[in-house]
């Protein structure tokens, strides 16, 4: 059975740090692309970052980049999302997903075969 289970959503306030992890079972991990994509009530669900730690290559929204990082453990299935200087804006449920998309479309969420439940990240001002 595939699985992906993701944790660590919770309240911050603005300017604070999360660390989310997404725990994978029931299939190859090394030959997927893992993606984290986020959705807002009422808003369409938004590619964040996806990574292929096989090849070492991670792609991030430019909402994003250079505040949230991915890394990736192969032998325990897992990677984590470190999201710093969150914002308001930053509030949604937050998905991972495994998938084997062309990694320069990998934040298409059309292109993933399994997602996790999701986790709710609220961001206070």
């Known amino acids: 059975e595939v699985q992906l289970v993701e944790s660590g959503g919770g309240l911050v306030q603005a300017g604070g740090s999360l660390r989310l992890s997404c725990a994978a079972s029931?299939?190859?991990?090394?030959?997927?692309?893992i993606g984290w994509f986020r959705q807002a009530p009422g808003k369409e669900r938004e590619g964040v970052l996806c990574?292929?730690?096989?090849?070492?290559?991670?792609l991030s929204a430019d909402s994003v980049k250079g505040r949230f990082t991915a890394s990736s453990d192969n032998a325990k299935k897992t990677v984590n999302l470190q999201m710093k200087s969150l914002k308001a804006e930053d509030t949604a449920v937050y998905y991972c997903?495994?998938?084997?998309?062309?990694?320069?479309?990998?934040?298409?969420?059309?292109?993933?075969?399994?997602w996790g439940q999701g986790t709710q990240v609220t961001v206070s001002s």
């Open positions: 997903a495994a998938g084997r998309p062309r990694f320069n479309s990998c934040l298409s969420p059309t292109l993933y075969d399994y």
């Open positions: 990574i292929s730690s096989k090849y070492g290559r991670t």
């Open positions: 029931g299939f190859t991990f090394d030959d997927y692309v």
